[in-house]
């Protein structure tokens, strides 16, 4: 099977050098993407080719459940050199409904350590707990989680003093909240774009959260 991506390899390098013969040499000059997506890592999900764009056009980190929070060193570095070196325009934060450390995280199941990296999406299951009760089977729960945790992550970034020290310089930079259906191959924009503090203030204003735990009820 190595072998076969191999000569996957070859093929691929050599029809982007038939289209292009200098393709490679342009790009390894240098990369200059106007976008960072942080994704998950679902290998269902293949950033660059489901919005059609090439390598060095799209600056990509991806982790389960696509989480940014503020104490992951490997993220944080990503977007600082993203928004500080790269100069990107907009930062993309998209999950995908049917994820899998969605429903991992509100199984009501020991999975190891992976349970801590979860524990955000567990959070915000409690934020919206009275919301997800209304609905009537588990996928409709899990979908509505998957786009919460989107609109959570990117309200972490948002609010992270990278982007929110760019936003004071003055620097382009916008937020943007998407998620992917597998199921039709589909991007659908959750509407929590925000490009500086006034935008940031509208789409997420502070509220109180609900904090009645539904994760085990989500996994009936």
């Given at each position: 099977?190595?072998?076969?991506l191999?000569?996957n390899?070859?093929?691929?390098?050599?029809?982007?050098t038939?289209?292009?013969p200098?393709?490679?040499?342009?790009?390894?000059?240098?990369?200059?993407p106007?976008?960072l997506?942080?994704?998950?890592?679902?290998s269902?999900?293949?950033?660059?080719?489901?919005?059609?764009?090439?390598?060095?056009?799209?600056?990509?980190?991806?982790n389960?459940?696509?989480?940014?929070?503020?104490?992951?060193a490997?993220?944080?570095?990503?977007?600082?050199?993203?928004?500080?070196?790269?100069?990107v325009?907009?930062?993309?934060?998209?999950?995908?409904?049917?994820?899998?450390?969605?429903?991992?995280?509100?199984?009501?199941?020991?999975h190891?350590?992976?349970?801590?990296?979860?524990?955000?999406?567990?959070?915000?299951?409690?934020?919206?707990a009275?919301?997800?009760?209304?609905?009537d089977?588990?996928?409709?729960?899990?979908?509505?989680?998957?786009?919460a945790?989107?609109?959570a992550?990117?309200r972490?970034?948002a609010s992270?003093?990278?982007?929110?020290?760019?936003?004071?310089?003055?620097?382009?930079?916008?937020?943007?909240?998407?998620?992917?259906?597998?199921?039709?191959g589909l991007?659908?924009d959750?509407?929590?774009?925000?490009s500086?503090?006034?935008?940031?203030?509208?789409?997420?204003?502070t509220?109180?959260?609900s904090?009645?735990?539904?994760?085990?009820n989500?996994?009936?």
């Amino acid at each position: 099977m190595l072998k076969d991506l191999l000569l996957n390899n070859k093929d691929w390098s050599k029809r982007r050098t038939v289209k292009d013969p200098n393709y490679f040499n342009k790009l390894a000059d240098q990369q200059d993407p106007d976008y960072l997506w942080i994704g998950c890592s679902d290998s269902r999900v293949p950033a660059n080719e489901i919005v059609g764009l090439a390598p060095g056009e799209l600056f990509v980190h991806r982790n389960v459940a696509n989480i940014a929070g503020p104490s992951d060193a490997s993220c944080l570095s990503v977007l600082q050199y993203a928004v500080e070196a790269l100069k990107v325009r907009h930062i993309i934060v998209c999950g995908h409904y049917g994820c899998g450390g969605v429903e991992a995280a509100v199984s009501g199941d020991r999975h190891g350590l992976i349970d801590h990296w979860l524990q955000p999406i567990r959070d915000v299951s409690d934020e919206i707990a009275d919301e997800l009760e209304t609905l009537d089977t588990k996928r409709k729960r899990l979908d509505r989680l998957c786009e919460a945790n989107v609109v959570a992550q990117a309200r972490s970034v948002a609010s992270n003093p990278i982007v929110q020290d760019a936003w004071r310089i003055g620097q382009a930079v916008s937020v943007h909240a998407w998620i992917y259906s597998i199921r039709d191959g589909l991007l659908h924009d959750l509407e929590r774009s925000t490009s500086g503090f006034e935008d940031f203030a509208r789409q997420f204003p502070t509220k109180k959260s609900s904090l009645i735990g539904v994760a085990g009820n989500l996994a009936k």
